[in-house]
Structures are given as structure tokens and as C-alpha cells.
């Protein structure tokens, strides 16, 4: 979807929204606030400590998100948001050590609204994008690659039939031709008999004899012709069910080749779908500990960060001194109830990102082995069931076999009995009296033989146009073989394009909002930075360029470890709108949240908000009070220690 369409499609199903109301209960350091969001941007004003970004977190959480957490000292919690008739609400119920969610969220897309609609400190891409780390997966989180390469390999399947039948028509195709000339050949072979059996036939009447011996005559004659009609069948079934014989036997013969060939690994397939089971744990295992390390790191942040609410509960009484230097303000510690500086849980701060950033490291390291068993155990399963059907395969063709030997064995028994019925026969029209004269006995042997000669090429004529009205038909059904074909192929070539156009658009997006943003930001040691996309075996990265100017004129290629604090925050800052816009997220989530902007300066915070609104209804940001002013009195605003208490 191009600017306009996009912008278009905003108009048309955000109008309805209107104004949303908020109502939030116990969640972060808020007991309880009401606000109402009008359209455009909303700026949360206030000092630190005013729980600006508990507001937000809960709003997050809202709309879907996990970035909502329940009040330390409370054992429920929700967040409302409603417009007109319509309510969405969250409910966040402590149990035991855990927090439990219900209720009906803004939207179920979880990863959508984390990734980019919640741009708040901890948001996954601007900390990527802070450490230097790839942004690929990221990024194309919304794009089920799984689901795309399965559907795409069941309309090859599909392809593949077609393109094997068309195959097979065509093959039929070029024997329309020999067909047609064997047809000819065949009907002029039957005039010929045809006017011989009449010759003949006026000859026989020509011969005077006695009636009763002329009619056993005929009798026998007629009883011949059948027998040598029988004998003809017989013989034609002999010999193909001695060619499928053959055939049979060849295609056993390459079941087997294949079962030698194929090794089974069963004990394999056990230990691999024990260590998933492991893994799966394990992968579980990790996540839990993420999550509850976040939170801790969260919670210290918010401390630290002088969360009034944190604070309140936590603070012991001070010391004169501690408002000369906060950070030796001594605090309950909130985990083990001891005493402890505010200094000292920042300086564990650090080393304890580190260790949520190891135990993501390995959740991933874990994810790429469990995807990999899983890739293993279903190529194991697929040899197991393809044994499976090679050996059902070969039990079903040995009996094939047999039964068609025995039926080529009862074939040669009647083709004997059919040949001694002819001689019989053929003895005793020799002793009819009437015919022992030689041309008129030959005339009615010869009736016979033209009367089972006609009879046998107007079977193969009708055998013979049969065969051409089938392959016409299939000629007739190659037109809407070959347009499905086309169809399929431009399906697959949709599915496979979706994600490169996907691609294609994030790099293009991003580098157009970055081209903007720097020339209104005014970061002029800055020449351009951009994204590429480029495809490996493992998926699709996005490496990042930055290309910087000396005070020489010179350019040259730079990193983002290089960039200061606010250059590195607004370029995570737009990777994330970029995947928002490239995802149509506006369509389904019309909001923003933006937080911990303090890393860049008040002038250019006004720039990025204004550039942020154009793409979506409902801006939401977190700000100083000094930030806040340099940005459009047009802005509605909500100062953080008038609402949220």
C-alpha cells in the first residue's frame, strides 16, 4: 500500500474512533486516573517521578501490548479505553509470584503493538538498534514466512500434476496423426474383407448339396469361428497380462532398489523429538526469566528514574544530605526488604541488562537449535512414512504378481483347450459327405475366416476412435489446464515477491522518513544514513550505513556505535515507524507511544513529533516540562500531576 492508500484508509476508519476515553486502575505507580485522548497529539507533561510513562505502559498494555505492569502493592488492576459504544478493557489479577491478564485488549496482536506502536524505552527495536544489532527479524516479525513457504509448496504440488498432465496430453497429442492413418488403414482393410466375404458368399451358393449336410456344415463353420474368436481373445489377454507382468516385476524391482538405498534412523527420530521436548522446556524456561527479569530491570528504572509512586512506598526517611545527592538516598529494597543506596542499584543496573541480554542470546541460540531439530524431525518422518509406503508398496505388488501369474497360467490352460476344440472341429467338417469337395469346403472355411476378420478390425476401428475422441478431449482440456498453470504460478510468484516487496518497502521507507528527519534535524555531521536488505541462508537482514563528513569535505562509511546517544535514538526511533507504516499497523492499532525521549534535544523532539503525526491518528508522548514547551501549542496536553494520581 503506497502514502496516499495509506493515508486514505486512516481517514476513512479512524473518524469513528472520536475521543478515547482512559480509565486506569492501579497499574505502575498510578492508583487511579481518567483522562480522555482527542485526535492528533497528546503531550504528558510534568516532572520526573509524575508517572508519565506508567500512563503510557498501562495505555500499551491497553491496546494489547505487555508492556503494562500491575501496582507493587495491589492485587488487581485494569486499563479501559472506550469510545461511543465501544470498550476495550484489560484486567490484571496478581497470583502467587505471577501476574495474570484477561479481557478484550484493543487487538490480540501482541507483537505488533510491542514492536511498533509501544516505542517506549524498552521497545525491542530501539534496543536493538542502540546495541548495533540486526533489525531483520524484527522487522518482518508480522510476515509468517512458515505459513508463506507451506502454501507455496502445496501450489507447486499442484503445478507439478498439472504440468505432468499436460505433459501426458501432449505425448497423446503426437500419436493423433498415427492414430488417424492406422484408422484409415483399418477401414479400407475392412471394405476389403467386406467385398471378399460377399465374393465368396455368392460362390458358396453356386454349389448344389444336400440341406441337412449343408447345415451341419454351417454349424460347425459357425461353431469354428467362435472358437477361433475365443482362442484370439484368449491370446490377446495372454499377452497383456504377460506385459503387466513385466511391468509389475520392474516396478518391484525399483521399490526394492529404493528401500536398500533408503536408511531409517527411528532411534534417531526418539532422541530428536526428546531433545525438542528438552528444548521447548528450556526455551520456556528462558522466556520466563526474561520476563521477570525485565520487570525487575523495569522496576529498578522506574526507581531510579524517580517514579513517585516507587519512591513513596520505598524511600526511607532522609537525610538532609540526600537532596544534595539523591543517589545516596537509602531505599527499601523492593526485592529483599534490606536497606540499600539508590548508587548501588544503579551501578547493579548495568551488569543486570547485561544478564537479560545473555539469557535473550540464549533464548535465541535455543530457537535456532529447536528450529533446526524440528527441520531434522520432519525430514525423519518423511523417510519413515515414505518407508512406510514403499513397503506397503512392495506387499501390494507382490500380490499383484501372484495373482497375475496365476491368471496367466489359467490363460495358457484355455488357450490349449480353445486349439483342441478347433482341430475337433476342423476334423469333422472334413467327413461332412456334402463338402468333401475341396473349393466348396474352402469357400466356407474361408466365410468364417472373413467373417472373424471383419469382426476383429471393426472392434480395433471403434478401439482406435475411442482412443482418438479421448486424447481430442484431452487436447480440449489443455486450454483451462494451461490458464490454472498460469494462475498457479502467478500465485506462487504473488507469495514469493510478498515478502521482498516487504522488504523493498522497508528499505525504501525507511530511508525516505531518515532522508527527512535528518535534513529537519539539522544533524550535520551526519551526510545520510540507510538501510539495505539483503537475503542469507538464516533470513533477511537490514544492515544499517552511515556515511558521515570531515571537517575536510571527505565521506566516509561510520558505525552506529560512533553516533551519539541522540543520533542512535532517532534512528531506532524511526526503524520503528518505518515498520509501522510498512505494516499497515495504523490500520488496526491508530496509535503511538512515545517515551525516554530525553537523549535528544527539545527543538528536535518538536521535529520528530510533528514528522511521527502524519502517520498516525492518535500520538501519544511522554515529556519534561522544558521539552514540552518547545513543541506546537496546538498540542493537546495533559499535565502528569493533575491527572495521574
Known amino acids: 500500500m503506497n502514502g496516499d492508500e495509506r493515508q486514505n484508509s486512516r481517514s476513512s476508519s479512524f473518524r469513528s474512533l ?10 505502575g505507580g498510578i492508583g487511579q486516573a481518567e483522562i480522555v485522548l482527542s485526535e492528533g497529539v497528546t503531550i504528558f507533561t510534568g516532572d520526573n517521578a509524575t508517572n508519565r510513562t506508567s500512563l503510557l505502559r498501562a495505555i500499551a498494555g491497553g491496546l494489547g501490548g505487555e508492556a503494562g505492569i500491575l501496582k507493587r502493592d495491589t492485587e488487581r488492576g485494569s486499563i479501559r479505553l472506550s469510545t461511543g459504544e465501544t470498550e476495550h478493557q484489560r484486567r490484571y489479577v496478581r497470583q502467587n509470584s505471577s501476574v495474570l491478564t484477561d479481557g478484550t485488549p484493543y487487538t490480540d496482536e501482541t507483537e505488533i503493538v510491542d514492536l511498533f506502536v509501544s516505542l517506549l524505552e524498552e521497545n525491542p527495536i530501539r534496543r536493538s538498534v542502540r546495541a548495533g544489532e540486526d533489525i531483520g527479524e524484527l ?14 509448496a502445496t501450489l507447486r504440488s499442484e503445478r507439478e500434476r498439472i504440468d505432468e498432465r499436460l505433459t501426458e496430453i501432449e505425448r497423446e497429442q503426437q500419436q493423433l496423426p498415427n492414430l488417424e492413418q492406422r484408422r484409415t488403414e483399418l477401414q479400407d482393410q475392412l471394405e476389403d474383407v467386406e467385398s471378399e466375404l460377399q465374393s465368396v458368399r455368392e460362390k458358396i451358393t453356386t454349389f448344389e448339396g444336400a440341406a441337412a449336410e449343408t447345415t451341419e456344415a454351417e454349424s460347425l463353420l459357425a461353431n469354428l469361428k467362435e472358437r477361433q474368436e475365443e482362442l484370439e481373445e484368449k491370446t490377446t489377454e495372454l499377452d497383456t497380462q504377460r506385459s503387466i507382468h513385466e511391468e509389475l516385476q520392474e516396478q518391484l524391482t525399483d521399490v526394492r532398489e529404493q528401500l536398500s538405498e533408503l536408511t531409517v ?43 513517585e509512586s516507587v519512591i513513596t512506598e520505598l524511600a526511607i526517611e532522609k537525610e538532609v544530605i540526600d537532596d544534595l545527592d539523591p543517589m545516596s538516598q537509602s531505599v527499601e529494597c523492593w526485592t529483599c526488604g534490606s536497606q540499600i543506596a539508590r548508587q548501588a542499584i544503579k551501578d547493579q543496573l548495568s551488569t543486570l541488562k547485561g544478564l537479560v541480554e545473555k539469557k535473550r542470546e540464549k533464548r535465541r541460540e535455543v530457537k535456532t537449535e529447536l528450529s533446526d531439530l524440528r527441520s531434522e524431525r520432519t525430514t525423519l518422518e518423511s523417510e519413515i512414512e515414505r518407508r512406510r509406503e514403499l513397503k506397503e508398496r512392495e506387499t501390494t505388488l507382490e500380490r499383484e504378481l501372484e495373482e497375475r501369474s496365476e491368471l496367466i497360467e489359467q490363460l495358457r490352460t484355455d488357450i490349449g483347450s480353445r486349439r483342441d476344440d478347433i482341430a475337433g472341429i476342423e476334423s469333422k467338417l472334413e467327413s461332412v459327405g456334402n463338402l468333401t469337395d475341396r473349393e466348396e469346403f474352402d469357400g466356407y472355411e474361408r466365410v468364417s475366416e472373413l467373417e472373424y476378420e471383419r469382426g476383429r478390425l471393426e472392434r480395433d476401428i471403434q478401439d482406435v476412435a475411442d482412443e482418438i475422441n479421448e486424447i481430442e478431449y484431452l487436447v480440449g482440456k489443455r486450454d483451462d489446464l494451461e490458464a490454472r498453470r498460469s494462475n498457479l504460478t502467478e500465485q506462487i510468484t504473488s507469495l514469493r515477491s510478498r515478502v521482498e516487496a516487504i522488504q523493498q518497502d522497508i528499505v525504501e521507507q525507511f530511508n525516505r522518513h531518515m532522508e527527512i528527519l535528518l535534513e529537519r534535524l539539522e544533524y550535520g555531521n551526519i551526510e ?54 510498512v505494516h499497515d499497523v495504523a490500520e488496526r492499532v491508530p496509535f503511538i507511544l512515545l517515551d525516554s525521549l530525553e537523549a535528544i534535544d527539545a527543538a528536535r523532539i518538536a521535529e520528530l513529533v510533528d514528522h511521527f503525526s502524519s502517520e498516525t491518528e492518535y500520538l501519544l508522548v511522554a515529556l519534561l516540562e522544558e521539552d514540552a514547551t518547545e513543541l506546537s501549542e496546538s498540542y493537546n496536553r495533559i499535565r502528569a500531576e493533575e491527572t495521574l494520581i
Open 139 to 152: 522487522l518482518l516479525a508480522p510476515v509468517d514466512t512458515e505459513e508463506l513457504e507451506s502454501e507455496i
Open 528 to 581: 545520510r544514513v540507510w538501510l539495505e536488505g539483503r537475503d542469507r541462508n538464516d533470513g533477511t537482514t537490514f544492515p544499517l550505513h552511515i556515511a558521515r563528513e570531515d571537517d575536510d569535505g571527505i565521506v566516509y562509511e561510520d558505525t552506529i556505535d560512533h553516533l551519539s546517544e541522540s543520533e542512535r535514538e532517532v534512528i531506532g526511533l524511526v526503524v520503528a515507524l518505518t515498520g509501522y507504516v
Open 265 to 307: 534412523q527411528e532411534e534417531r527420530l526418539e532422541r530428536v523429538e526428546e531433545e525438542i521436548e528438552h528444548l521447548q522446556t528450556r526455551e520456556s524456561e528462558l522466556a520466563a526469566t526474561v520476563n521477570d527479569l525485565s520487570s525487575i530491570v523495569k522496576q529498578n528504572q522506574n526507581l531510579l528514574a524517580g517514579d
Open 18 to 27: 472520536s475521543d478515547v476515553r482512559v480509565e486506569v486502575e492501579n497499574m
